[in-house]
């Protein structure tokens, strides 16, 4: 159990329809990543957010957003829903604010788009 | 730009066999990270190493074994005596100050 949470697990939606994902972080780590992976692309860094603030910017489309709560969850937005955006999304915690420290994974959420 | 790249997509072996899996890297950076996570297949990821630019040591740990050769931009991983637990999905990943970026990944069927 790497201590990070997302929900949900699954998620099915059609296309033009927003949904939010939501991750809370391991105890004590400040920074939260969020990553997509495809079978096409593999694993994408989407977004950075550490302490509230965000730290850095991936591929991620601008019909994704993100924010990062003062309590340290961070819920990941994808609106305008198209096939493409069919794919599991990781988020990850980590102590300190770059990126080149450990990463401890939660599970999750695989969005499918009908 | 930073790449990282694993040529090999899948491998199998039989089990108790060693098996290595390849990492090779480019960055104009004088200081990153290199990192491997497993991917079982229940799916999370799994952190494994890190190692920085300025230390080339290899590393053991337990029946797992990292190279790292700066000379060849390469850093790659040893699984000896494999075991059917060890097939997943392995990524090597390197990261300069702020972003970190993954590779392919290497499939690795561990047969019985």
């Known amino acids: 159990d790497s201590g990070v949470t997302q929900t949900p697990k699954h998620l099915i939606t059609a296309t033009g329809q927003r949904v939010t994902l939501r991750c809370s972080p391991r105890?004590?780590?400040?920074?939260v990543y969020w990553y997509q992976q495809s079978l096409d692309q593999g694993l994408q860094f989407l977004i950075q957010?550490?302490?509230?603030?965000?730290?850095a910017k991936g591929n991620i489309l601008e019909r994704f957003s993100a924010q990062q709560f003062p309590d340290l969850h961070s819920e990941l937005n994808l609106s305008s829903l198209e096939l493409g955006d069919s794919a599991l999304y990781f988020c990850?915690?980590?102590?300190?604010?770059?990126?080149?420290?450990?990463?401890?994974f939660g599970d999750g959420t695989r969005l499918s788009i009908l | 730009a930073q790449k990282v790249t694993q040529a090999q997509t899948e491998i199998s072996v039989v089990e108790k066999e060693d098996v290595t899996l390849d990492c090779v890297y480019e960055t104009r950076d004088t200081t990153y990270y290199l990192f491997w996570y497993k991917q079982p297949p229940s799916g999370e990821l799994v952190f494994l190493i890190r190692r920085n630019s300025f230390d080339e040591q290899n590393e053991i740990s337990g029946r797992y074994s990292w190279n790292f050769q700066k000379s060849t931009s390469s850093f790659n991983f040893t699984i000896t005596a494999s075991q059917v637990v060890d097939s997943a999905v392995y990524f090597c990943?390197?990261?300069?100050?702020?972003?970190?970026?993954f590779g392919k990944g290497t499939r690795l069927h561990i047969l019985p």
């Open positions: 957010y550490y302490n509230g603030e965000e730290r």
């Open positions: 105890s004590g780590d400040l920074s």
């Open positions: 990943a390197l990261s300069g100050y702020d972003k970190i970026i």
């Open positions: 990850a915690s980590s102590v300190g604010v770059t990126s080149n420290q450990p990463q401890h």
